[in-house]
């Protein structure tokens, strides 16, 4: 029973770099969701997806991209990295009809 | 615009004593949950509560909902240094979306 599962959980890589952070949840919850934690600034949402092929911005989106050709993946695209997208990142997930969100053990992303 | 207000940011009491949180909003939640996070990890939820004026416990942990689901709070009875950690609110109005608080670091002294 895996359920959300992230990778990698470290990872540093250079300015203008492209990275991918992944993200898998074994329980066929429709919803998925990547959030960024800052000292400050609590979790702040990037991006969330309600299906497969549908995804929305949420607080935070500029420099990202998401996609989810698959109900149990949502990879994250950082498309240049920028030492501002330093942080700790989270994928969380739940089940439609609910606003319970399970949580993935995060990324650490440090951009040089 | 942050909507959820939680205070204090921080908070460091010794082991035995008791505690609340607070978690507040001028919008009203259709719910409103409380994960707990520890370092290194990502945050696991603690309850939900998704009536107004509801009351529940968890051990040492009691949890309301305000009357019009506007707030909440958090009570710790007799903390012990495993209650360490950073607790965050998080609202939700039926849309899948969570509004997060920005959490408040717990530190219990032994």
């Known amino acids: 029973d895996a359920g959300i599962t992230q990778s990698p959980r470290y990872k540093i890589t250079e300015t203008g770099r492209q990275v991918t952070l992944m993200c898998h949840q074994t329980w066929s919850h429709s919803y998925m969701f990547w959030y960024r934690q800052d000292l400050g600034h609590g979790l702040r949402l990037i991006y969330y997806?309600?299906?497969?092929?549908?995804?929305d911005k949420g607080e935070v989106p500029d420099g990202y991209v998401v996609s989810r050709s698959k109900t149990e993946n949502f990879p994250l695209t950082l498309e240049s990295a920028t030492r501002s997208q330093t942080s700790v990142y989270f994928c969380?997930?739940?089940?439609?009809?609910?606003?319970?969100?399970?949580f993935g053990p995060g990324t650490r992303l440090t951009v040089l | 615009t942050q909507l959820l207000e939680q205070s204090p940011q921080f908070l460091s009491i010794q082991e035995g004593e008791n505690l609340t949180v607070y978690c507040n909003s001028s919008?009203?939640?259709?719910?409103l949950q409380w994960y707990r996070q520890e370092p290194g990890e990502g945050p696991v939820l603690l309850v939900t509560?998704?009536?107004?004026?509801e009351v529940k416990k968890l051990k040492r942990l009691t949890f309301q909902f305000g009357d019009a689901r506007k707030d909440s709070s958090l009570h710790i009875t007799a903390a012990q240094p495993g209650d360490t950690g950073l607790y965050l609110c998080a609202g939700g109005r039926n849309t899948g979306k969570l509004i997060f608080g920005q959490g408040t670091t717990l530190q219990v002294k032994p």
């Open positions: 969380a997930s739940l089940l439609g009809g609910t606003d319970t969100q399970y």
């Open positions: 997806s309600a299906a497969a092929d549908i995804t």
């Open positions: 509560v998704v009536t107004g004026g």
């Open positions: 919008s009203v939640f259709s719910s």
